[in-house]
């Protein structure tokens, strides 16, 4: 079952391209930076058996309009906050990766979101965080954003593969790729990076102990962009969390090991 067309929702006057499908107890799903909703798209059809599944492009990302000013995580939860109304959600089930996790606790905690249970996987939560590459851009933003098509799809390729351990093929990176080339989505892409900022992280840090749900961990142990002796640290900080480890999978672990978190998320949802 293939991932639905998007349909677009209007949030503080941007359109979010969201997906929904399947019947059952509400499941959001949030992705991280650089990707999109399709990052789920060998995990949301199998939940959507069991679940409703929501999805969506954060503010800036994939589908979603990529508006010159704030994308940063300062802005992602209130967009999730506005999307449960939207939705009428209470306390569903949220599986959350890299900046999807700190939107997730973030609106946890800011927000006062409340989930039924909470399976984060490698998330953006404590410093430091961000790749050498991520540090150079946020240096030169300027200078990357205009650089030829040629040279911005090598990049991407470059970046983006070092997120799987297993490998990415041309036509698995390609739906990644596509959203960050053109007029729009390149500027875009150097744009988000250059907004990212620990402080975003800082902020809901001392919060995390208090985390009002049951919450579990999935780690790629061969994570190059955080490594796995982040999650060991923060799996200490969050309440009676469990660290669910998995062989050979870098930081996409959806692309590297989609059985691992599907195993996961139909222990912990049913």
Not at 53 to 64: E, K, M, N, P
Not at 94 to 99: C, G, K, L, N, S
Request: with cysteine; hydrophobic share 45%; glycine share 10%.
């Amino acid at each position: 079952m293939p991932l639905p067309p998007p349909v677009p929702v209007r949030v503080g006057g941007q359109e979010i391209a969201t997906r929904v499908m399947g019947e059952g107890p509400p499941l959001v799903l949030i992705h991280g930076t650089p990707f999109s909703s399709h990052v789920w798209h060998r995990i949301a059809p199998v939940l959507a058996v069991r679940h409703r599944v929501y999805l969506y492009d954060l503010l800036g990302y994939g589908a979603s309009a990529k508006p010159a000013g704030d994308v940063s995580l300062g802005v992602q939860n209130g967009v999730l906050a506005a999307l449960f109304a939207h939705w009428q959600l209470d306390a569903p089930g949220v599986i959350a990766h890299d900046f999807g996790g700190a939107t997730a606790l973030r609106a946890h905690l800011l927000d006062g979101l409340d989930y039924d249970r909470l399976l984060l996987i490698d998330p953006v939560a404590l410093r430091p965080w961000g790749s050498a590459f991520v540090a150079h851009v946020k240096r030169h933003e300027a200078a990357f954003a205009g650089v030829p098509d040629y040279m911005q799809r090598a990049l991407l390729a470059a970046y983006i593969r070092t997120s799987s351990h297993a490998g990415l093929t041309d036509a698995a990176l390609d739906p990644y790729i596509a959203p960050w080339l053109g007029a729009e989505g390149q500027p875009a892409f150097y744009r988000q990076i250059a907004q990212m900022d620990m402080a975003y992280t800082d902020e809901v840090e001392p919060g995390y102990p208090g985390l009002r749900c049951p919450v579990r961990l999935i780690w790629g142990q061969e994570d190059q962009w955080i490594p796995l002796a982040a999650g060991e640290r923060l799996a200490a900080m969050l309440p009676g969390c469990r660290l669910v480890r998995v062989p050979g999978a870098g930081h996409l672990v959806q692309e590297d090991a989609p059985e691992a978190i599907l195993a996961e998320a139909l222990d912990m949802f049913g």
